[in-house]
């Protein structure tokens, strides 16, 4: 811990007035004011908001304050804090947090203690230093003390303690600064939410092994609240059951869908294949009439080179011809009459040959 010292020299205020570890803050936590600030003789020149926003003094940062509950710290008080840092080119940031009794005393109850809260604050980026125990309203002994150049907040009045705007002295020694609010975010809101939705945050935790008697819960509501988990339960395992199935049928949709294509494109296949093969100009026509052309060639005797056109009888015997051993073909008698003229003729023709 770094002790209090007494600063005699302009050279030496200039020094305590920006602490050694204010650039650190993005690597550790936040140094407490009563930790390492130390009470200054020196003097302190008094600056205008116009002189701040030009970069002067170049020897020193402007020494700017916020204060505030900070309880249940968010995003809204983020932004806040964000604001007051960047208010001018070169700033030290300090952060006024309130104890409990004070808070209590003229705000309400809060959620988290006052050690919580001034851990929060020492861990956010824009603080360079926390002032524990803060005041309420802010006093020219305490704004001396902590060489404090300007006040940060928001511009709306805030009443309290008896008065209308306790920032109403600060805005007339002109060293308050306003910031904007964050809208749809704040300490109130996070509460509401809670209470609104109590009996499924007390579900939850009751979920997550808190007892009945730390949530503050009844008998009766802690087995109303441990059916109702079965229930959801219940209701989970039948929608991861349906989901399982819907992706199941898709997959097997997918699949036919999948294998009717390759059907189609293997049917689309065979059936050019056949048609190639067995169709008016395939292969198979091809082949076949091929080899019933050499099968015909095979079979069918040759011609003689000179054939009379008409077949005469001569005098003389011809040559009984290769297959003359054959009946000839002749038509059948259209009648009994014709039947024995033919015989007869053929009994002539064979008495001339003798």
Known sequence: MVGH????TEEDSRDSCAPKFWHKTLTAPAPFADETSCQCQAPHEKLTIAQARLGTPVDRPVRVYADG?????????????MQAKTLFPNSYLLVGVCSD??????KGFTVMNEAERYEALRHCRYVDEVIRDAPWTLTPEF????KIDFVAHDDIPYSSAGSDDVYKHIKEAGMFVPTQRTEGISTSDIITRIVRDYDVYARRNLQRGYTAKELNVSFINEK????????????????????????????VEEKSHDLIQKWEEKSREFIGN????????????????????????????????????????????????????????TSPPSSPKAASASISSMSEGDEDEK
């Open 143 to 146: 704004l001396e003390k902590h």
């Open 101 to 106: 009794d004070l808070t209590h005393k003229f």
């Open 5 to 8: 010292q007494k600063c005699t």
């Open 69 to 81: 509950i900070f309880d249940l710290f968010h995003s809204g008080h983020a932004r806040a804090l």
């Open 224 to 251: 109303k609240y441990r059916f109702q988990n079965q229930v959801d339960k219940m209701k989970e395992k039948v929608k991861n059951v349906e989901e399982r199935s819907k992706e199941f049928v898709n997959r």
């Open 274 to 329: 056949f048609l190639e093969l067995f169709g008016p100009d395939g292969a198979w026509k091809q082949m076949f009439q091929e080899r019933s052309s050499r099968m015909l060639q095979a079979l069918s005797p040759k011609q003689s080179p000179v054939s009379s056109p008409t077949r005469s009888r001569s005098p003389s015997r011809s040559p009984s011809p290769t297959f003359s051993w054959l009946p000839s073909k």
